[in-house]
């Protein structure tokens, strides 16, 4: 190191041969420090921090509090932060917010001026992924007393404006029910270090749960009534709030319930804890690592070892039957199919049931820097001074190159060939302006976020103005021509009406559990639907009063339809969930079988001809041998599991060439 230097309030503070300076603040405060230090090649690193400097004869602390938006209310678009930061001598006030449960927090809005039942800030969710988060208010004097108020919002919705957001699926390995899949997510909105440095992560990382608190926190025990009407209540001071979002920005909400809430007589000791669905939602949600039962010591729920009822460990159970271990610090654990088949996650791979895995190196910073695949072959990945990636080798040695801008925003996408296969353009508040592709050819993005409308303008200059509603779905579009199309929308999202330039309009409902149960066409052709309690189609009605009819067995595999004219396909499946026979309604049989991984190796057509199938470990097709009678005819290739399985159902009738 050459030289360091340092700033106290943007003075300069002479340093000691040691480093050490002293300068005297003569007023209270907040101030930043700054040090500079220089190596003899001219780079420079840089630190900075904030002090605090009180005044003594201050004794009274600040005040916090948020009166508006109400606590665990949806967010959707932009919205006022009303309260109180006020203090005689105050300094300064802060807004931040973190993901529920996180302690990340991100400021967006301060002031040095007291405000008493007015704006604090401008909470904006339009560049914010959907979930829960922490809403902190810290006040400061200049006595050196802080004030802190906190509460929860939910944000969810589709008005997410600006956001760059792409998907890279490095890897792919065919399994039975689930295959291993590694899906590399790069989002604009993300700010922090995942998977593959800033930005990036896994996308089954994105599957989050949290909470608002610790479910046995802020519970009142109180008693009523007489000696002979005497009776115990146990109630919750703040509402407890669980939310699970999903990877397309869906959250499930889950409100604490304890049993009995109310008891004669005797305190209430023990009580059984569950979570119950708000809403909206149709997932169950159980606890893994605490038991059901729960003590209550003063104001607290408590486990066996009479520590705070906190549960880490979460078994969610969608409708369809899919079963996903959450776990509150790392987030999603593993997914198990209606079949049983199940993917685990962890810090070093993905491992299948079926017998195969993927594997996982990481940094120091954590970040995956190589995955090694079953049969062996790896994709590495390389990251910048800033925490970028920078860097992907797939498996056959073709890189890919990514560049960015200062606040981490992806900028150019360099293919292997050299191209830039895509450039960003960005504002200062970070939202995409411009896209330009490998020819030149640009797209450009303006938008009015208060009047709730976005203008694109293509390729060729032709300009398409979107208008949404406060939940960001799309109201009106009018194109170049001056051609409108017009949406409608029920209170949960789901699209009633689609009208169009000439004034046909198509039309949706819906029951209880968000499944449309008819679509009625522009020209007034109506087809109905309805649905098991897994969200099945059970029957579908055409226009002209046709049904076709679907059966399921007891886990939601498809066993039996039956077509308007009467004629019935059977359906079998192994253990795992493979179909291993179709029977058509003239007694026609098709059948396969499979590996253990999942892989079809042998099919025998209805026509007696078999087809043979071998693949490498990593589930790619090797070869195709076809047998008729006496004759045999074989193909090398290199074909997914998924392209033989098409290949077979195409065969079969299920699916058209």
Sequence with gaps: MEHISAEFNNQPVELDETGIGTFVA??????????????????????????????????????AFIESPLEYTKIHEPVEIIGTAYDENLV?????????????????????????????GIFDPTMMRNGQYDIRLSVYDSGGYVSVYNVSYIVEGEMKVG????????????????????????????????????????????????????????????????????VYNLYEIKPHNITVTYPDGKVDEFRVAVSPSMQPFAPIQEVSVSFVAKKGTFSKLEALDEDKVAYVVGNELRNFDMECYN?????????????????????????????????????????HSG????????????????ITEPMGNSINYEYDYYGDLVKVTDQEGHVTRFTYNSNHGLIDIIDPRGVKAVRNEYDDDGRIIAHIDAEGNRIEYSRDIGARQEIVTDR??????????????????????????????????????????????????????????????????????????????LTETDPMGNTKINEYDSKGNLIKVTNPLGNTTFFEYDSKGNLTKMTDSKGNTTSHTYDSYG?????????????????DSAGKCLTETIKIGEEEITQHMSMTKKDALQKLLMHMGILQP
Excluded: C
């Excluded at 892989?599 to 043979?612: F, H, L, P, Q, Y």
């Design 460 to 537: 060729m200059g032709n300009v398409t103005v979107f208008s949404y509603d406060e939940k960001g779905n799309i109201l009106k579009k009018v194109d170049a021509m001056g051609n409108t199309t017009s949406y409608t929308y029920d209170e949960n999202g789901n699209m009633l009406t689609e009208t169009e330039p000439l004034g046909n309009t198509i039309t949706y409902t819906y029951d209880e559990n968000n499944n449309v149960t008819s679509f009625t066409d522009a020209m007034g052709n109506k087809t109905e639907y309805t649905y098991n309690a897994k969200g099945q189609v």
């Design 26 to 63: 003569d007023t209270a405060g907040m101030f930043e420090v700054v040090a500079k230090a220089y190596d003899a090649a001219g780079n420079e690193g840089y630190a900075s921090k904030e002090l605090f400097v009180k005044e003594e004869g201050d004794k009274v602390p600040p005040e």
């Design 92 to 120: 300064k006030y802060i807004l931040e917010y973190s993901q529920s449960g996180k302690d990340r927090y991100i400021k967006f809005a301060e002031g040095t001026k007291s405000v008493k039942n007015d704006v604090l």
């Design 163 to 230: 956001n760059f957001t792409i998907s890279f699926e490095d890897l792919t390995v065919p399994m039975a029910g689930l295959p291993i899949s590694i899906a590399r997510n790069y989002d604009s909105r993300n700010k922090s270090k995942g998977d593959f440095g800033i930005g990036w992560s896994l996308e089954y990382k994105y599957v989050r749960i949290e909470q608002n608190m610790k479910p046995g926190e802020n519970w009142r025990h109180e008693e009523s009534g007489g000696v002979f009407s005497r």
């Design 311 to 351: 549960p880490q460990r979460y078994k969610l159970t969608t409708r369809e039957g899919t079963v996903l271990i959450l776990n509150m610090n790392s987030g999603l654990e593993s997914v198990t199919d209606i079949n049983g088949n199940t993917i685990t996650y962890t810090k070093d791979g993905i491992t």
């Design 599 to 615: 892989n079809v190796i042998r099919k025998i057509s209805a026509d007696g001809t078999e087809t043979v199938y071998t693949y």
């Design 355 to 370: 017998g195969k895995s993927v594997t996982f190196e990481r940094d120091r910073e954590g970040r995956i820097t190589k």
